[in-house]
């Protein structure tokens, strides 16, 4: 069976402007079949190319405005660097970004990482750092000056762990790198509730 790439175009507005959410997903062990040259062009976060995307694309008409936390989480990674290399395939050369792990009352861990940030700060513009605690809306961070965030999730969940040698080599002893280890899911079909075993309010 070969690979299928799904695209879709939103038109949103928010208090910052006009907006698009472009979704590229695909999973890391997605690959181009046999018979099809591989898509080698970028994604419009310039992470990855298109064989390769995992994740969402987030774009906004203008730089600076606020990125938001999902859910209320923990700092587990700061990336400073606006050139930060692509050291694998499942990490992607991202530039600045920020990691935050969600822990929900069932035991269920989510990383979410946003990427292609400009600066790294908090709800009240201080520096942000690993560590803090940070509650969902919260800030943290503005979008960057190519005026796109790039999305993802990484559940901890069964068949969702890299088995990749290389990966191993490299991070097995950086904790500020374990959420790496999990491959992403389509963050527009991940249900964030049922995943944490939150009970959904009934009328």
């Known amino acids: 069976m070969g690979t299928s790439s799904l695209y879709a175009i939103h ?3 928010s208090p910052e402007g006009p907006g698009l959410l472009v979704n590229e997903f695909l ?17 419009s976060c310039g992470c990855w190319t298109q064989d390769e995307h995992p994740g969402v694309d987030f774009t906004s008409d203008k730089a600076v405005g606020p990125v938001a936390a ?3 989480g923990v700092v587990v990674k700061i ?3 606006e050139q930060a290399p692509a050291d694998l395939p499942v990490i992607g050369g991202c530039g600045r970004y920020v990691v935050l792990k969600h822990t ?24 942000l750092a690993v560590g803090a605690s940070v509650k969902a809306k919260d800030t943290i961070g503005e979008i960057g000056p190519n005026k796109v965030l790039h999305f993802e999730i990484r559940p901890v ?8 040698k290389a990966w191993a080599e490299r991070y ?16 527009q079909k991940f249900d964030a509730a049922s995943f944490g075993g939150i009970r959904q309010a009934t009328k």
């Open 157 to 164: 969940a069964p068949g969702t762990t890299t088995t990749n």
């Open 172 to 187: 097995a002893n950086v904790p500020d790198m374990e959420w790496s280890r999990y491959d992403p899911v389509d963050p």
């Open 11 to 13: 038109a949103f507005t």
């Open 70 to 72: 999902m859910a209320d």
């Open 79 to 81: 990336e400073t660097s």
């Open 104 to 127: 929900y009352p069932n035991g269920g861990v989510v990383y979410t990482r946003y990427v292609q940030l400009g600066r790294i700060v908090g709800p009240k513009g201080e520096a």
């Open 27 to 43: 999973t890391p062990r997605s690959f181009p079949r046999a018979d099809k040259p591989a898509d080698k062009t970028m994604t």
